[in-house]
Structures are given as structure tokens and as C-alpha cells.
């Protein structure tokens, strides 16, 4: 997702009030970003498909 992210040019952290129409979303926190970041992109038939 990480790749993807950047490859369209958008943040890893989303707009906090972006689902607010519905409930909202838990925000992720600095520490699983940084976790994130130290991780290398996986490779998966799952990663390729389309949303």
C-alpha cells in the first residue's frame, strides 16, 4: 500500500475528518508509520490487483 500511496502522490496519513460522514476511522499512530517505513514493500499477487 506504501507503493501505491506514493506512486499516486498521496500522503501515508490520511485527512483525520476524511470519514467523519460515516463514524470516522482510527488514526494511525507516528510509531506504525516509523514500523511502516523500516519495512521493505511486499511482493504479493494481492498487492498488483485493482480496488
Do not use: F, I, N, Y
Not at 6 to 17: E, N, T
Not at 24 to 41: F, N, Q, V, W, Y
Amino acid at each position: 500500500m506504501q507503493r501505491r500511496l506514493r506512486g499516486w502522490r498521496r500522503p501515508l496519513r490520511a485527512d483525520p475528518g476524511g470519514h467523519a460522514a460515516h463514524g470516522g476511522m482510527p488514526r494511525t499512530t507516528d510509531a506504525e508509520l516509523k514500523a511502516l517505513e523500516r519495512t521493505s514493500p511486499a511482493v504479493s499477487s494481492a498487492s498488483s490487483s485493482t480496488c
